[in-house]
């Protein structure tokens, strides 16, 4: 896909269904498993009604790649979004979808609890294969919320006003600072930031590779945890 402004994208392109409330609707929720797959199959089911069953935990990956092949569901971006994000999703059929995440769907998708490691690891390489491209606000907001190897780019990355935000990520961890800090072209403000900031000047390993107004060529080699 093309890069976009995504939050724009979210807002304009790509609302969520409105929740059905007919009574065939409710069905959807309250049938056994074994009238699932006559719902999957049903040539009449619509968008509203593919996310509305994909909110359901129960729902096998059988039935999941069934629905995934259904070309007129993929038209719709809630749909890929609720086929990723399903526990039962085959790994497959995810990370072929996953590349038509808007960039905060692929942040949600990095710090859902139990999704795959593979999966989180892929929205993870697509976010920070985006970074080039993204607005000064969005990079900003992905230094707040984003999990902790995008943080680690960001902060590599070198931008002044994403310095101050970055360094505060929960999701910031040692071994993300030290990779960042073995960067051979380092802008020296990385790590004058690192140095000063309360929590990673404290930490026993940063301070001897970011020491104020010190260059990239004065840092040691990055340790076997910073490659991670």
């Given at each position: 896909?093309?890069?976009?402004s995504d939050?724009?994208s979210?807002?304009?392109?790509a609302?969520?269904?409105?929740q ?7 069905r959807l ?6 009238a699932?797959r006559?719902?999957v199959?049903?040539p009449a089911?619509n968008?509203?009604?593919a ?6 935990k129960d729902l096998?990956?059988e039935l999941i790649?069934?629905?995934s ?5 993929l038209?719709s ?9 399903h526990?039962h999703?085959?790994?497959l059929?995810s990370l072929?979808l996953?590349?038509?995440l808007?960039?905060m ?13 593979e ?7 697509q976010l920070?294969?985006r970074?080039p491209?993204l607005p000064?606000g ?5 230094a707040?919320?984003?999990?902790g ?7 590599a ?7 101050t935000v970055?360094?505060d ?5 040692e071994?993300h ?9 380092l802008?020296p ?7 000063r900031h309360?929590?990673?000047?404290s ?7 970011a020491g104020p107004?010190?260059?990239p ?6 340790s076997?945890i910073?490659?991670?």
């Amino acid at each position: 896909m093309t890069w976009r402004s995504d939050f724009m994208s979210e807002r304009d392109e790509a609302k969520e269904p409105k929740q059905p409330h007919s009574a065939s609707d409710e069905r959807l929720r309250a049938v056994s498993p074994e009238a699932l797959r006559e719902l999957v199959n049903d040539p009449a089911l619509n968008d509203e009604q593919a996310v509305l069953l994909l909110t359901r935990k129960d729902l096998p990956g059988e039935l999941i790649e069934e629905l995934s092949q259904r070309k007129a569901l993929l038209k719709s971006y809630a749909v890929k979004k609720a086929l990723v994000l399903h526990p039962h999703t085959p790994r497959l059929v995810s990370l072929r979808l996953l590349r038509d995440l808007y960039l905060m769907d692929l942040v949600q998708l990095t710090l859902t609890a139990g999704a795959l490691a593979e999966l989180k690891r892929n929205a993870e390489e697509q976010l920070i294969a985006r970074l080039p491209q993204l607005p000064l606000g969005q990079k900003i907001t992905l230094a707040r919320r984003g999990p902790g190897r995008v943080a680690g780019a960001l902060l590599a990355e070198g931008q002044a006003q994403v310095l101050t935000v970055v360094l505060d990520n929960s999701n910031l961890s040692e071994a993300h600072v030290l990779k960042a800090l073995a960067k051979v072209k380092l802008e020296p403000r990385v790590a004058d930031a690192v140095a000063r900031h309360p929590k990673w000047s404290s930490s026993y390993n940063v301070p001897a590779r970011a020491g104020p107004s010190t260059g990239p060529r004065l840092f040691q080699p990055c340790s076997p945890i910073c490659r991670s």
